[in-house]
């Protein structure tokens, strides 16, 4: 599911959450965003197990990720000190591709990892094509040194606002990003319950 492809509005509706990003989804979200898709949804019952699978989805689809991708993830969290979830979720926030679009390199996470797969990105000196790659204090990212895809991301940033990262700086008239630390709880941007779906994981 790392690659979804249907309509990004009816996901937003589903989860009442803004999972995606694009214009389009943006604003039929905005309409009916108190009418979950599909019939009578406002009679539905949701069991424990349904609540802790949403949420998981949710992680999914925010980040980008496929199943095995999300186990991996949860597996490397396990094995690290501290809460799990929360581990599980600054792993996540850690991601190339969500890094871009959250110093404002792209306006959602999908335009981010297109570019990447594109190879418009370099860390540390060198081309990366994997919008997983997980960022370390000290790396540097910056945009391939091609005037047409610079121009492209100084139209990408005049027409977006970005929002300062503590953990991250950014030089947006050079283009470059430095990782300066590791980001913290109040730096996770989904709004999810990650301790269920660490439940869900374990079970």
């Known amino acids: 599911m790392g690659r979804y492809t249907g309509p990004k509005a009816r996901v937003n509706r589903r989860f009442g959450a803004v999972l995606y990003e694009s214009a389009g989804a943006m604003r039929a979200y905005e309409k009916r965003s108190e009418q979950p898709p599909g ?14 699978l949403s949420e ?4 999914k689809y925010y980040y980008g990720l496929g199943e095995r991708q999300l186990r991996r993830y949860f597996d490397d969290a396990v094995r690290k000190k501290g809460n799990t979830g929360e581990t599980l979720l600054l792993m996540c926030e850690r991601r190339l591709d969500n890094i871009i679009r959250r110093i404002g390199l792209s306006k959602t996470r999908p335009q981010a990892r297109q570019g990447i797969v594109h190879g418009h990105f370099k860390v540390n000196g060198v081309k990366v094509t994997s919008p ?3 960022l370390r ?4 990212i910056e945009i391939r040194s091609n005037e047409a895809i610079r121009n492209l991301y100084r139209g990408v940033i005049a027409n ?5 990262l503590d953990w991250v700086s950014f ?3 050079g ?8 980001p913290g709880p ?3 941007s989904l709004p999810v319950n990650a301790n269920i779906v660490v439940e869900f994981l374990s079970r």
């Open 39 to 52: 019939m009578h949804p406002k009679g539905r019952r949701t069991s424990n197990y349904g609540t802790a």
């Open 56 to 59: 998981k989805q949710k992680i």
């Open 132 to 134: 997983s790659y997980v």
């Open 137 to 140: 204090p000290g790396d540097v």
């Open 160 to 164: 977006n606002s970005p929002v300062p």
């Open 171 to 173: 030089d947006s008239e």
């Open 175 to 182: 283009l470059k990003a430095i990782v300066q630390g590791a």
């Open 186 to 188: 109040s730096d996770i």
